[in-house]
């Protein structure tokens, strides 16, 4: 294939800016679905995406299009990325695998926070990009200002910037045409030794596991036995292909600046290093890529089965979706109340519930999940510097010489008549007031340092409300300060339940514990025996409940007769319950675990 004739590129925005609506029309301009049986967010392909309207995995596919100025046919990889900051990781790798981006820009909302992040990781990444203002069809938009907007904040002539509708398919091909101009051809040698990024995996339940290629120099013939360099595995070629027309079609040949895939009758999961660099045995390459920078994770909690008999199918579920989504990180762990389960890592809640209902929707699995934590240091007596990202590592206080948190740098971008009610709110979460930068005369830029254990919940959820929706927010983590920090432990009937236990700032231990109290007392229906619910820091009890037992008539066959007949039955019944509370258990509906969540 000519080399020059292949464009590889994403599609980046914040999330709802239309990059999966404009995925579709390319697909149908350039025929790789038939027009009478077009769909909606036809690259993702989880029930999941298509219900919540948002894209969690990054997609790639492989499109022809004949150029109307030339009349060439090109090659088009197009890759369509997530636009939630909490999949990031996607958007990187994606990249990485790329020379040009198509920056979609809602005409409504204008610039937001992600359209920024995701422009200086393009631009990181030495990619150009296309800036599209997308949606001019609605009514009630002003594309002089948002245009001013893209000027004056990514620095972009306002002749470059393209208008289109992707729901109306207006600009669709302007843009298609401004990829051909202005995207570079891939570079590399046909000649020189085969050199190829592994930049996405997928489990395909009858090719195994299917690896996705950049190939940045050489070629791969089904003959060619290839290498993984990080990892040293050797494979032999089971199939090799290109992903076209939203299906796998085989091919004889992939050469350098083409993408691909490949299957090798891989059935372990775990073999697979995303970011590996792909040689031939036979002729291999001097240097390997450096791969993509491990994400790291910065939210934590622990997933069990509800049956512990699931236990071996949760292991294997969690294998075959870390290899299409590397960016959680797992390990075994047990719990008291639980038994077997896994210590799992996410980017962000949002990613934590995502990987949740995937499990149970995907690999049919009941799971309870742990209240989430971030990871805290911990210095001890003895100068050494501890991990905790569960309570059950904390450790005594009396060997704590010093506690810290993660800090995140808060980025927001919001209307500036927010301003006010949002810096209150902020700060009520411990947030920092950096700098303020206007971008227009009616949005505005924030930049805070706040905890990171103050964003995770409800944070994003409540700019939202005080900005009417126009509110948007990145992060990126910053570095570890110190903190007081304590362990909230939740008792029934004095015995700890580690699965409520959570770490947290110590001036909001005592608003919490009374949260949590009022809610479990709601969520825990009436036992047997008496309930109480206790929440504690060490031997101080904070807050305290009971659910009172289910009531019994034992009397209700006594008519008349003497009243002591009915003081011994009340008696024995008395005896009853305080034996069921010292050995009962305690039922916990799944509910409550989630319920406890949103607190």
């Known amino acids: 294939m000519n080399r020059e004739l292949i464009r590889n590129f994403s599609i980046i925005a914040h999330i709802d800016h239309g990059k999966s609506t404009l995925a579709d029309r390319i697909l149908e301009i350039t025929g790789a679905v038939d027009i009478r049986h077009k ?4 690259l993702d392909d989880m029930d999941l995406e298509k ?53 979609v820009v809602d005409a409504g909302q204008g610039i937001e926070a992600q359209t920024v992040a995701n422009f200086y990781l393009a631009k990181d990444n030495k990619l150009k990009v296309i800036p599209v203002i997308n949606k001019i069809d609605l009514t009630s938009i002003d594309i002089p200002r948002v245009k001013r907007q893209i000027v004056d904040v990514l620095g972009f002539n306002e002749e470059e910037i393209i208008l289109a509708s992707a729901k109306e398919g207006i600009g669709v091909e302007d843009i298609l045409e401004r990829i051909i101009e202005v995207i570079p051809a891939p570079s590399g040698e046909i000649a020189h030794p085969l050199k190829a990024l592994v930049f996405d995996c997928r489990f395909d ?57 490949f299957t090798a009758n891989i ?75 896994f210590r799992c890592g996410f980017l962000g809640l949002l990613h934590m519930e995502i990987v949740q209902e995937r499990l149970e929707r995907e690999y049919g699995l009941n799971l309870i999940l742990t209240v989430p934590n971030v990871v805290y240091r911990i210095r001890n007596r003895k100068g050494e510097l501890l991990e905790v990202d569960t309570p059950a590592r904390y450790p005594s206080p009396q060997d704590i ?73 990145d992060y990126e983590f910053k570095d570890y300060l110190p903190t007081k920090l304590v362990k909230l432990d939740i008792m029934l009937n004095g015995v700890i339940c580690d699965a409520f236990s959570s770490l947290m700032y110590k001036e909001k231990a005592f608003s ?20 109480a619910i206790q929440a504690a820091v060490g031997t101080q009890i904070l807050a305290s409940d009971k659910v009172r037992s289910v009531g019994k008539h034992v009397t209700a066959k006594c008519y008349g007769g003497d009243i002591t007949r009915k003081r011994k039955l009340w008696e024995e019944q008395k005896k009853g319950k305080k034996r069921l509370k010292q050995f009962g258990k305690v039922e916990i509906p799944q509910e409550a675990f989630l319920e406890v969540l949103k607190i």
């Open 39 to 42: 769909g909606n967010q036809l």
């Open 51 to 103: 219900e919540r309207g948002i894209t969690i995995k990054a997609s790639m596919v492989r499109l022809a299009y004949r150029s109307k100025k030339d009349g060439k046919e090109y090659v088009l990889n197009l890759i369509d990325t997530p636009g939630h900051v909490d999949f990031t990781y996607e958007v990187s790798k994606s990249l990485a695998a790329c020379e040009g981006a198509v920056l």
């Open 205 to 261: 339940v009858y090719k195994g596991v299917v690896i996705f290629v950049r190939l940045v120099d050489g070629q791969i013939t089904p003959q060619t036995q290839l290498k993984m360099m990080h990892s040293g595995k050797i494979y032999k070629i089971e199939e090799l292909g290109v992903f076209k027309d939203l299906k796998y079609s085989k091919a004889d040949t992939l050469t350098c600046g083409e993408v691909g895939y």
């Open 267 to 341: 059935r372990e999961a775990r073999e697979i290093i995303i970011g590996d660099t792909l040689t031939d045995v036979k002729n291999p390459c001097k240097d390997a890529f450096p791969g993509y920078r491990q994400p790291k994770p910065l939210v934590f909690c622990g997933v069990y089965p509800v049956n512990p008999g699931d236990f071996t199918s949760l292991r294997e579920a969690i294998d075959k979706l870390r290899l299409s989504d590397a960016s959680f990180v797992f390990e075994p762990e047990n719990s008291q109340s639980f038994g077997s389960g």
């Open 401 to 473: 010489e010093e506690a810290q948190e993660p800090y995140v740098s808060l980025l927001m971008i919001i209307p500036v008549d927010s301003i006010e009610n949002t810096c209150d709110f902020v700060k009520s979460r411990r947030g920092t007031f950096k700098s303020s930068e206007y971008l227009t005369e009616d949005r505005v830029k924030l930049t805070f340092d706040i905890p990171l254990s103050e964003i995770i919940v409800d944070f994003y959820d409540c700019i939202k409300s005080l900005t009417r929706g126009y509110g948007s927010l």
């Open 512 to 531: 919490r514990a009374h949260a949590l109290v009022t809610k479990l007392k709601e969520l825990i229906p009436r036992q047997l025996f008496e309930v």
